[in-house]
């Protein structure tokens, strides 16, 4: 009996250990980078959003707005259903055209993808997990929503 309990123990953390989701991610291939987004353990989760923004830093004329072309594309693993995100590749960087003042010093800006940010269900059981091309960077800032609820007036 007790050995069958070790054993029974001994296996449980076997599968704890071989559970881990991380393992379940593909590496990067050639020419990309993973990102991996692991979230604290939080009691207000069901009010919070994690906005993730992919960018680079680059000098910018400091005056113009500037994003690059690209849009993340969601995938799934294969055999566990985890979701994770991949940018293909990076296209060209796009700005406005205002003429800045002339000497004006170029300032180094995060330059992020044009379009609607990506959003997430704030989760701290899986890690966010982001495939983008080599020296792009990955951000995030987390969203709250206040406790109370406005009414909606009727008609």
Request: aromatic share 10%.
């Amino acid at each position: 009996m007790k050995t069958l309990m070790t054993l029974g123990w001994m296996g449980a953390a076997a599968c704890a250990t071989a559970a881990e989701p991380l393992e379940a991610f593909p590496k990067a291939e050639e020419g990309m980078s993973r990102w991996v987004l692991r979230l604290p353990e939080r009691e207000d989760a069901g009010r919070l959003r994690v906005e993730v923004v992919v960018g680079k830093l680059v000098m910018t004329d400091g005056v113009n707005r500037h994003f690059y072309g690209g849009s993340l594309e969601s995938r799934t693993v294969e055999g566990w259903g985890y979701d994770y995100w991949i940018l293909p590749e990076l296209g060209p960087m796009i700005g406005t055209r205002m003429a800045p003042p002339e000497g004006a010093p170029k300032v180094e800006t995060f330059v992020t993808l044009g379009g609607d940010p990506v959003w997430f269900p704030y989760q701290s059981q899986l890690p966010v997990v982001l495939y983008v091309p080599e020296g792009c960077e990955v951000r995030y800032r987390i969203w709250t929503a206040p406790e109370e609820l406005e009414p909606v007036p009727e008609g």
